[in-house]
Structure formats: C-alpha cells, structure tokens
C-alpha cells in the first residue's frame, strides 16, 4: 500500500522540478531575446539611413522591417525562439539593403554565436513565407515608403 501512494508523490516531485527548471529559464531566453531585437534594430535604423540617402529600393527593407515586427510581436507573446529567429532574418536582410546602397555594416552588430537559439531553426523559406502571410505585409509600405517615413517601432523599450 506504501508503495502504491508513493509513486503519486515521486511524480509529483518530478513535475514541480520539472516546471520550475522551465519557469527559470523563460527569464534567460526572455532577455537573450531582447538583446537580438535590439541589436538587429540597430542594424534596421542603419538600413533606413542608408536607403534614404541612396534611394537604392530592393525590397530588402521592407522584408527586414516585417520581420523585425515580426520578431517584436512573438517577444511580447513570450515565444522567445521564434523572436530570435525573425529578429536575425531581419539583420540579414537589413545587411543585404546596406550593401545595395553602398554602405557599411554597423561595427560590432554582427550575429555572433551567443545569439544562436538552442534546437532546431526553420529555413529562410519558412520564415519568409511566415512573413508573407502575415498581417504587417499588408500594413507595411514598400521601401520607397518606408525611405519617406520614420521608423520607431523596432526596438523593444522596457
């Protein structure tokens, strides 16, 4: 009888360490998250300076834009993976509309090996075809649009 009423306890055990090894790490990924957006905004800013002084529009600004909205939406959803993967298809695409007008990479917000999320990352196409299909495609104006507007809203501000 003992030992029928003490696997319910061992299990339980499990599950609560279970829960709190999981509760704890949501903070690290929550701020490893922010650190990306953040860093990748940067690089976005640097985009947007450089296709208005050089009106060189390949639709790479309007993709790194979505994405990095993207990326700030699932953020505040708490699906801090998913933030990290659209937050860096962003900087890449920024990178791309930088080296179109002729500019320069912002030294030291490169993507670095920290910022690589654990497990499996879904490819370009994937995340692509997520932003296509989303609702800031439609809200979000093309580059030429986008050189003549101030963006604000790249950044995560707490």
Known sequence: ??????LPVLLSFFFLF???ALVQGQPVMREKAKKVINRTAIVVYAAHKQTIANQVFTGNLKKAVIHQRIA???????????????????RELARLQIEANHGTFPAGFEPTSDENPE???PTNEQLDDEANTSEYNAATGDDKQLASESLDDMEIKE
Request: aromatic share 6%; glycine share 10%; charged share 25%.
């Open 1 to 6: 009888m003992k030992r029928i009423a003490l």
């Open 18 to 20: 279970a829960g709190t």
């Open 72 to 90: 700030i939406k699932l953020f505040n959803e708490g699906k801090y993976m998913k933030a990290i993967h659209h937050s860096r298809r962003a």
């Open 119 to 121: 497990g499996p990352a």
